[in-house]
């Protein structure tokens, strides 16, 4: 607590924090037109809350995202997904269906364009943001743990 | 039409979704979530049985993921075989879940529970994506959630054994999937393509410019199917690992999750594969002397177990090889013996590890020798047991005896007159390490030395239902028997 190398750490990953997290939202939004999508943004969004939680505990790590809430939104996220493949099913086409179930499919190359990928990318980056923070915990957690467990 | 049209999907949308769901529901209303998997797995059954009706209507049909046509998409396709394996998965599965819910309270922490509830429909999705999909690399996705979910099912008890047994399950496994994957890149190399009908018309050219290339995807298929299917030699993870679990994971495991394996097989045999490439290399041959050696070495190994659910473990190994068999004999008659196998094996076994789990329930042994005299204070579990063995001996009466009836019939009319032998002494082996726990639960005179617990309702019941069907199965065999000739000659 407190020494230097401590200050260092915790400054660095306050400062740089912010700026993954926008990357992270950058790629994950971006899916259908550059390399990443879902997976590697989510990833990315997942790494800073962990870098955070490392650098300084895991209150302050709780107090950003609980290990509840992300096991919320890592089964929300993945329902989401589902819930995208039904909706083109009520929109009268097969499951998962994009254009020809009547997505707006936007100008290429837009920013708000392919439809249904664009929200699959989206659910898919927040569910994997999130199990990466679960896994976080529970690794962390099943170490507290391991003294009693056996 | 309308939502009916869809219905292929959304099974497994709904067992995706429940999976999803479940967790949720769990931490919010705790009380809907064990009903609403009940309900999801009911509603999925129901579409089944729809598909299969319709399949008797209008034959082979198609299901396209987001309506892209194969090449591009995936693939979902019903057939009568296809329909009846959904059948089978789905309604044991939800007869399983019935019986589990009062069993995992008491197997597993409370606050598992609602993982326990997602696993287990993950894995019901992924086996009915396996029964459904056209699509070789979706059969390897559904692969690997299989296996992950499958072990994960076992070490959620956590304690030692189970994280042993699932660790070396997943480690086999995981080969097992490994293989598949090179065996799918060595035919998508020579044919250029995922979808099986469309592999299954580029394979005869294939075959004669690369026959190195199909000898080894072959002997990959044979080596990952063999892995997860517990065929002889590659069966060494399956005992730790189903007689550890909780015995809901058992029931699973033993009945369905190994079964739907063997049907990845006979898909990659019968319907991907050219006939010309099955008859050049002695594919068949394999299978054959492999299944035999486990329905012979399972039933011996079985016999020396002191543990009640590592000897049914062992004897899943036997048991399995009867649907190997099926495979391997290449005849419609031996191969509706399979399949009709496939299905009682499927509802016997996951019974008797049910009677087993109520035996640990309510009295905590599964020694075998401390079960003297346990027919008394457990009266309809241990005649559910006594049915269950039955069956797997093969006497008559039970959905057993005509299995092997087709089974043993189907080799002789290729020829092979040995199979027969095979079956009928492992019919006696069965009889061998069966037999004298009934007969000890029934006729010792000595009082059960064990207190007892008294049984749930809710464990009971699956227990008689199990107990109607595998009589049924044995009385009435003929429609089952008539579905699976009429489905099995799209294959021939």
Redesign the interface.
């Given at each position: 607590m407190g020494t230097l190398e401590n200050q260092i750490v915790r400054i660095t990953s306050r400062l740089v924090a912010p700026f993954i997290q926008v990357y992270g939202i950058y790629v994950i939004i971006h899916g259908h037109l550059s390399p990443g999508g879902g997976f590697s943004g989510g990833a990315i969004f997942g790494a800073s809350l962990v870098l955070v939680a490392l650098s300084f505990n895991l209150e302050v790590g709780a107090k950003q995202i609980s290990h509840?809430t992300a096991?919320?939104l890592?089964?929300?996220g993945?329902?989401g997904f589902?819930?995208t493949?039904?909706v083109?099913?009520a929109l009268g086409?097969?499951?998962?269906?994009?254009q020809?179930?009547g997505f707006p499919m936007g100008q290429t190359g837009q920013l708000f364009s392919a439809g249904a990928i664009f929200i699959i990318t989206f659910f898919l980056g927040i569910k994997v943001a999130s199990t990466i923070v679960t896994l976080f915990y529970n690794i962390i957690e099943g170490e507290d743990k391991s003294g009693d467990?056996? | 039409m309308g939502?009916t049209n869809?219905f292929p999907?959304?099974i497994l949308?709904i067992l995706?979704?429940i999976s999803?769901?479940s967790?949720?529901l769990f931490?919010w209303v705790r009380k809907a979530s064990a009903p609403a998997l009940l309900l999801s797995l009911f509603l999925a059954l129901v579409m089944a049985v729809y598909l299969l009706i319709q399949t008797t209507q209008v034959g082979e049909f198609s299901?396209?993921?987001?309506?892209w046509p194969p090449p591009w998409g995936i693939e979902l396709k019903i057939n009568l075989i296809r329909a009846y394996m959904l059948i089978v998965v789905l309604a044991v599965s939800l007869w399983i879940m019935v019986y589990a819910l009062k069993d995992l309270e008491h197997e597993l922490k409370t606050d598992v529970l609602g993982w326990y509830y997602t696993l287990y429909a993950l894995v019901v999705a992924s086996m009915a994506g396996m029964a459904l999909t056209n699509d070789l690399f979706n059969l390897f996705v559904l692969m690997e959630i299989c296996a992950i979910s499958a072990c994960a099912i076992i070490s959620i008890k956590?304690d030692?054994a189970c994280l042993e047994a699932s660790f070396k399950y997943l480690i086999l496994s995981a080969m097992g999937t490994g293989c598949f994957l090179l065996g799918v890149a060595m035919v998508y190399m020579v044919t250029g393509h995922m979808n099986y009908d469309l592999v299954n018309e580029y394979l005869p050219v294939a075959v004669e410019q690369y026959p190195n290339n199909m000898f080894a995807a072959s002997a990959l298929f044979i080596v990952a199917f063999g892995t997860k299917a517990a065929l002889f030699p590659l069966h060494v993870w399956l005992p730790d690992a189903h007689a550890s679990a909780p015995s809901p994971s058992s029931a699973m495991l033993s009945g369905l999750v190994i079964k739907i394996y063997a049907f990845g097989l006979f898909i990659v045999f019968y319907q991907i594969f050219p006939r010309s490439l099955l008859d050049s290399i002695p594919l068949n041959e394999i299978i054959l002397w492999l299944s035999s050696m486990g329905i012979m070495f399972g039933s011996i190994f079985a016999m020396v177990q002191v543990d009640l659910k590592k000897m049914l473990a062992y004897s899943s190994i036997g048991q399995i090889g009867y649907v190997f068999l099926g495979i391997g004999l290449d005849d419609t008659i031996a191969m509706t013996g399979g399949f009709y196998h496939l299905l009682v094996h499927a509802i016997m076994k996951s019974m008797l590890f049910m009677c087993a789990g109520v035996i640990i329930y309510t009295t905590g042994i599964r020694q075998i020798k401390q079960l003297g005299g346990i027919g008394q204070v457990l009266p309809i579990t241990m005649i559910a047991f006594t049915i269950g063995s039955a069956s797997m001996i093969g006497i008559p009466g039970t959905g057993g005896l005509i299995s092997k009836w087709y089974l043993a019939l189907g080799a002789l009319e290729i020829g092979r007159p040995i199979f027969v032998v095979i079956i009928l002494a492992s019919s006696l082996l069965n009889a061998i390490y069966y037999m004298p726990i009934i007969v000890n639960a029934f006729m010792q005179q000595e009082e059960f030395a064990y207190e007892v617990k008294a049984v749930p309702r809710q464990m009971l019941i699956p227990l008689i239902i199990g107990m109607i069907a595998i009589v049924f199965l044995g009385v009435f065999s003929r429609p089952v028997i008539v579905l699976l000739e009429n489905g099995l000659q799209l294959f021939f």
């Open positions: 509840d096991s919320i890592e089964s929300g993945a329902l589902v819930i493949g039904l083109a099913i086409a097969n499951f998962l269906a994009n020809s179930a467990a056996h | 939502l869809h999907a959304l949308a995706l979704g999803f769901l967790p949720i931490r299901y396209y993921m987001g309506g956590e030692r």
